[in-house]
């Protein structure tokens, strides 16, 4: 049984920072990219991170890229995303996902498990 399991949402003024954190279990954790999604209000799912399965090859999308980090700890099968200089459309719910191959992967279509998600809510 594949469970992701996520932690550190919450509320934010901008220009701050958090980091989530994702804890997976039924899964060979270093065989698969990790990936993070988000989903605002009124919106689309979005792509934000993915980061290989040894955790040497990131990508970001370019609305974070200059702010966001991903990493993963392979000894804890987690994942995590660094958020800094947090903006007002930064606001969502944010989704760590199981990619289906071991690099990077940035369509939705390719992720094979998805975690319950975490809201996100960045204030003036």
């Known amino acids: 049984q594949v469970q992701l399991v996520e932690s550190g949402g919450g509320l934010v003024e901008t220009g701050g920072s958090l980091r989530l954190s994702c804890a997976t279990s039924?899964?060979?954790?270093?065989?698969?990219?990790m990936g993070w999604w988000r989903q605002a209000p009124g919106k689309e799912r979005e792509f934000v991170a993915s980061?290989?399965?040894?955790?040497?090859?990131?990508y970001l999308s370019g609305a974070v890229r200059d702010r966001f980090a991903i990493s993963r700890d392979n000894a804890i099968n987690t994942v995590y995303l660094q958020m800094d200089s947090l903006q007002l459309e930064d606001t969502a719910v944010y989704f760590c996902?199981?990619?289906?191959?071991?690099?990077?992967?940035?369509?939705?279509?390719?992720?094979?498990?998805w975690g319950q998600g975490t809201q996100v809510t960045v204030s003036s």
């Open positions: 039924g899964i060979t954790f270093s065989s698969h990219s």
């Open positions: 980061i290989s399965g040894p955790g040497g090859v990131s």
């Open positions: 996902a199981v990619g289906d191959r071991l690099p990077v992967v940035t369509e939705a279509t390719s992720y094979i498990s």
